[in-house]
């Protein structure tokens, strides 16, 4: 097992330097000649600095942090 992120584990597949590659994503247009199988989701805990005043944060504000749509703490 090697570090590297899910583009190391795809090509190192693709190089035939292991049977088996991790992947922590979907597969990309370019890689759907590979086969992937879902083995387990990642656990994810949110953690804040103590002296910022958001208490609670829905599963809809999390994702748009996380895809930019949020990018300042007024907006939840």
Do not use: C, F, P
Request: glycine share 10%; net charge positive.
């Amino acid at each position: 097992m090697q570090a590297g992120g899910s583009s190391r584990g795809i090509s190192d597949v693709r190089a035939e330097l292991v049977d088996i590659g991790m992947v922590s994503r979907k597969l990309k247009k370019t890689e759907l000649d590979l086969l992937a199988h879902t083995i387990a989701y990642d656990g994810i805990a949110i953690i804040l600095n103590t002296q910022n005043t958001v208490t609670k944060l829905s599963n809809m504000q999390v994702i748009g942090i996380y895809t930019g749509k949020i990018t300042n703490w007024s907006q939840v």
